[in-house]
């Protein structure tokens, strides 16, 4: 049985399997060697995904994921008084929220992988064009999230992965080394491009290899062609198989 490399998180992770997605990206780095299952939900927050928690990592399970991305905070980060307020999460909460994500899953099994994303910066003018394209005049003056709260949020994404002596991915300061980051990795002010995707694969594909999970070093779940004896092929399965 392949190992399962589990993406849990809102929109960003919900999308990723679209064409360029980073989920598909690395489905394919893992092709043969982990199953890649995508658990993205649109609009989430912390507070609401934790409701899911039993759901998709039962505690009774006999076969745990190998790894879980925990990618959220984008929503959480949305602010009061705006459009987006009934996505809201505190700060304070937020950063509890997810040490109850990574508590549950080491409870599942302590030998997983987790991996904390944070949420990627937000290109305000950006917002406000997707707004205007919606809703046109009526779309608000001002943005419903701002970068400055989503690298607050971000911030305290990176100390609790810290604290926990976890991985953590920090997509908000990442993204902004490089000029221009606003159009070339966001479509609409905060979900990603195709280059976004890229970005995030990377990291992943990077933390993964730095801890126990390099695809390179992983074997193939079955033979491979090249192992197969056309005349006596039944002995390439043997081992695996049989």
Sequence with gaps: ????????????????????????SLANTYSRKADVLVRGYGGYNTRWALFLLTH??????TKPPAATTIFFGANDAAL???NSERQHVPVEEYRENLKKMVLHLKECSPA???????PPPVDEEGRKEYAKSLYGEKAMQFPER??????????QCVELAKDLGIPAIDLWSKMQGTDGWQKKFLSDGLHLTPEG???VHEEVVRVFSE???SAADMPYDLP???????????KAFLQKCL
């Design 1 to 24: 049985m392949r190992p399962q490399i589990v993406l849990f998180g809102d929109s960003i992770t919900e999308q990723s399997f679209r064409s360029g997605g980073w989920g598909s």
């Design 112 to 118: 997983m992988l987790v991996v904390l994303i944070t």
């Design 197 to 199: 995707n890229a970005v």
């Design 80 to 82: 009061l008084g705006r």
């Design 211 to 213: 801890a126990w999970l």
């Design 224 to 234: 491979h062609h090249s192992e197969i004896d056309g005349k006596n092929p039944e």
């Design 146 to 155: 701002t970068n400055e709260m989503a690298g607050v949020y971000a911030r």
């Design 56 to 61: 998709i990592f039962p505690l009774n399970s």
